[in-house]
């Protein structure tokens, strides 16, 4: 079975497809520590690779990489413990990985 963003699951109240699970993350005020823009690219990822078809644990699991993956290496670079060009190689080889 392909599954894609419009895959109905049993969710916690009832039947919601995956494209409706986004949307709801998408509108969830989520008063925490996560910016909005993490939020939003994290969703984007997890929506890229269900299109792609990976299952959605999966493209969780790879969203979550990605956005900790990026945040590390940010830090890094932010603290001084890698130069630039560093953070560009680091930042392109973890774009790539996500696109295999």
Do not use: H, W
């Amino acid at each position: 079975m392909k599954i894609t963003l419009d895959t109905r699951f049993n969710g916690a109240l009832g039947p919601v497809s995956l494209r409706e699970a986004v949307q709801q993350l998408r509108e969830r005020d989520l008063a925490c520590t996560v910016s909005s823009e993490t939020v939003e690219e994290k969703v984007t990822i997890f929506s890229d690779c269900v299109e792609r078809g990976f299952t959605p644990l999966r493209s969780e699991i790879m969203a979550a990489y990605y956005v900790a993956e990026r945040d590390a290496t940010t830090e890094a670079f932010d603290r001084g413990l890698i130069t630039k060009a560093e953070l560009e190689s680091k930042q392109a080889a973890l774009a790539a990985r996500l696109l295999t």
